[in-house]
């Protein structure tokens, strides 16, 4: 791993008075390919990305981009490219006013604006007004921002929060290019489902603490486990028969269970037995939606039991 393009994080923590925000963080994030940053609201996701941009500064531990802090760096938007508030734009300014004002307070060319508006697609748009634009384009324009000065190592908090099916897509492939490029690209989110076919790593976080930092199709593999996908129009009868076998079953479908605890030919001969016809049984397959709230149970910090208690 070239040593100029990684984020490494280490003993990260952070707190803003009685609430600990960022808990003791390390990880690595590594170039060639998108890593997500994943953990619910509240986790400590965007503290810790102000953190590695030097916006915020941690009570202890370091965050490095190419092994210095964001503080030293020279040119720093050369370096890395950041979007942490696609509001953040002045509504009066035009498009293409906001990035020649960067440019030139950066010391970047200004063909690099004509590029970068042509790479997120905002070009027959760039005169206009910012505050006309949709979140999307919004989302576009900030992401042009972050590319202005080339940077080896791009930082996104949130980018496809709020985006039509249409702009999820192209941020999407955007993203993957950039990483093909060589590119670190880290972007956070609070629902797995954005990440799926998009980030290749995730780094799982929750309450502060690293809960997972693994390769996507490795946490699918652990998650699956030894279920069972059974599909029968009986299902209270299945029910108890498996149940009474030490079974753990839950139905979570119209005519459809998921069995834990027995294995495969074990639940076809106990249904076979008590002659109660399947249609259907398979090994279940984990979704990276239930991977996520597999690891992320218990370390979601406010949650529906919590919002009736304070709204009470
Ligand atoms: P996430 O980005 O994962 O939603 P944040 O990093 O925004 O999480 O927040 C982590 C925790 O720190 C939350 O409890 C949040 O309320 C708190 N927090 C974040 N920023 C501040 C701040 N500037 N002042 C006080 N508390 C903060």
Redesign the pocket.
């Known amino acids: 791993m070239p040593p100029d393009t990684a984020i490494e994080v280490s003993a990260l923590r952070?707190h803003?008075?009685p609430?600990?925000?960022?808990d003791g963080l390390t990880f690595t994030v590594a170039p060639g390919k998108v890593t997500g940053f994943v953990?619910?609201?509240?986790?400590?996701?965007?503290?810790?990305?102000?953190m590695i941009l030097g916006l915020?500064a941690p009570d202890s531990g370091k965050a490095l981009i190419g092994g210095r802090p964001y503080a030293t760096l020279r040119d720093p938007l050369t370096v890395v490219g950041a979007l942490l508030d696609a509001e953040a734009v002045h509504p009066g300014r035009r498009a293409v006013d906001h990035l020649l004002w960067m440019a030139h307070y950066n010391g970047i060319p200004r063909r690099r604006v004509t590029e970068v508006l042509e790479q997120v697609g905002l070009t027959s748009v760039a005169k206009k007004r910012a505050g006309g634009f949709s979140l999307g384009m919004r989302q576009r324009l900030g992401i042009a921002a972050a590319l202005l000065g080339d940077p080896q190592v791009l930082i996104l908090?949130e980018p496809v929060n709020g985006l039509d099916p249409e702009g999820i897509q192209w941020i999407r492939g955007f993203l993957k290019s950039l990483a093909a490029e060589g590119r670190t690209v880290l972007i956070?989110s609070?629902l797995m489902g954005e990440l799926q076919d998009t980030a290749e790593h995730l780094l799982v976080?929750g309450r502060?603490r690293l809960l997972a930092d693994t390769d996507v199709g490795e946490l699918l593999a652990t998650t699956s486990g030894n279920r069972i996908t059974l599909r029968t129009a009986r299902l209270p009868e299945a029910m108890t028969v498996l149940a009474r076998e030490g079974a753990t079953v839950s139905a979570n479908a119209p005519g459809t269970l998921t069995v834990a605890g027995l294995p495969g030919e074990r639940v076809v001969s106990l249904l076979t037995e008590a002659g109660i016809p399947f249609s259907e049984i398979s090994a279940h397959r984990a979704s990276l939606e239930e991977a996520y709230l597999e690891l992320t149970r218990g370390a979601t910090?406010f949650t529906a039991d919590t919002a009736a208690l304070e709204t009470s």
Do not use: C, F, Q
Request: overall charge neutral.
């Open positions: 952070k803003y008075g609430t600990t925000a960022v953990g619910p609201n509240g986790a400590g996701k965007s503290t810790t990305l102000r915020d908090d956070s609070h976080i502060g910090e």
